[in-house]
C-alpha cells in the first residue's frame, strides 16, 4: 500500500512539478498495457508475442467509432475494449493448444495477420492510420480537448486497471494460475483445468492491452500501424522483464523507463535502439529479476 500510494503521488504531481501532462499519459496507457502483458507471462507462464494485436486493434476500434460514428469516448473506449476481448477469446482458443514456443510464435501469426488487415482494410486507411480523431465529451459533460480533464481521465484508467490486476493476482484465480505455471501436471492433478485458466487468463490480458490501447488512440487522436507492429509486441516483452517479470509494480517501471527513453533520447533518431538494447542487456546480466524484482529481494517484500 505504501508502494502504490507513492505511485500514485508521483503520478498526480508530476504535471504539477513542471513534466509534461501528455508525457506522463503515454507512460500511464504503455504501463497499463505491461501490466495487461505481465499478467499472462508473470503470472501464467505464457510468453505472448502478439500482445501489439489488442492494443492496435482496439485503438483503431475506438477510433473508428469516435470519427465514423460519433460516440462519445467513454462508449468508444467501451466498445473497443469488448472487441478486444472477444479478439482474445477467440485468439486464445487457437493458441493455448501449445506451449512454449509454438505458443509465441501462434500469437506472432495471428498478430501478422491483424497487422495486415490493419494494413489492408478500407476503414483503417492504410498507412495513414486514423488521425483527428475527437476526443470528445466525457458523459456528454467534460471536455477531454482540455488537458487536466484527459490527464484525470487516464489516471482514473491506469488506476482503476492497474488495481483490477491486482485484485485478479491476488485471488483464488490467480493463485491457481500461478500455480499452473510452476506445475502444470501438478495442478491438473488436483482437479483443476488448466487450459480453461490460461484461456481465461489470455482473454483478461487481452481486454486490459485493449483498455489501454483504446486510451491511447482518443489522447493521441490517432491510431495507426505502428501500434499493431510486432515490433511493439517486442517492446511490452522488454518492458516486463525490464521492470520486473512477475511483479506488480515492475511492469510499471519498465515502461517508463523504456518511454523515458524514447522520449528524451529522440534526438538519437534510431541510435534509441542500440541504446535500449544495451541497457536490457545491463539489466540482464545485473538485474536478472528485473529493477523492481531486485529491490524487492532486497528488502524481502514481494512488489
Request: aromatic share 12%.
Amino acid at each position: 500500500m505504501l508502494v502504490f500510494a507513492i505511485m500514485v503521488i508521483i503520478l498526480v504531481g508530476a504535471p504539477l512539478l513542471g513534466v509534461y501532462p501528455v508525457f506522463m499519459m503515454k507512460v500511464m496507457c504503455f504501463a497499463l498495457f505491461a501490466c495487461a502483458f505481465n499478467l499472462l507471462l508473470g503470472f501464467g507462464g505464457l510468453l505472448s508475442f502478439g500482445h501489439a494485436m489488442f492494443l492496435g486493434g482496439a485503438g483503431y476500434a475506438a477510433a473508428h467509432a469516435a470519427k465514423v460514428w460519433g460516440w462519445t469516448p467513454e462508449l468508444a473506449i467501451g466498445f473497443a475494449t469488448l472487441c478486444t476481448a472477444a479478439l482474445g477469446w477467440v485468439t486464445g482458443l487457437l493458441a493455448i493448444r501449445r506451449q512454449g514456443i509454438y505458443f509465441a510464435m501462434i500469437t506472432l501469426a495471428l498478430a501478422q495477420m491483424v497487422f495486415f488487415f490493419s494494413l489492408q482494410a478500407p476503414f483503417t486507411h492504410g498507412e495513414d492510420g486514423i488521425q483527428a480523431v475527437p476526443r470528445g465529451h466525457l458523459f456528454g459533460l467534460i471536455d477531454l480537448s482540455q488537458t487536466f480533464a484527459m490527464y484525470c481521465f487516464v489516471l482514473v484508467i491506469f488506476l482503476g486497471g492497474f488495481l483490477l490486476i491486482y485484485r485478479i493476482v491476488h485471488s483464488p484465480f490467480g493463485q491457481v494460475l500461478q500455480a499452473i505455471r510452476e506445475n502444470e501436471p501438478r495442478a491438473i492433478s488436483l482437479g483443476y483445468d488448466a487450459d480453461k485458466f490460461k484461456h481465461r487468463a489470455f482473454v483478461l490480458s487481452a481486454t486490459l492491452a485493449g483498455l489501454a490501447g483504446a486510451t491511447k488512440a482518443i489522447l493521441f487522436q490517432l491510431a495507426s500501424l505502428t501500434d499493431v507492429h510486432w515490433s511493439m509486441s517486442g517492446e511490452v516483452v522488454l518492458m516486463t522483464l525490464l521492470g520486473g517479470m512477475g511483479t506488480i509494480f515492475g511492469p510499471v517501471v519498465g515502461a517508463a523507463t523504456i518511454v523515458t527513453m524514447q522520449n528524451y533520447l529522440a534526438e538519437l533518431g534510431s541510435w534509441v535502439t542500440v541504446v535500449q538494447g544495451a541497457i536490457f542487456v545491463v539489466c540482464v546480466l545485473l538485474f536478472r529479476r528485473g529493477i523492481v524484482g531486485e529491490i524487492g529481494n532486497l528488502i524481502k517484500k514481494s512488489l
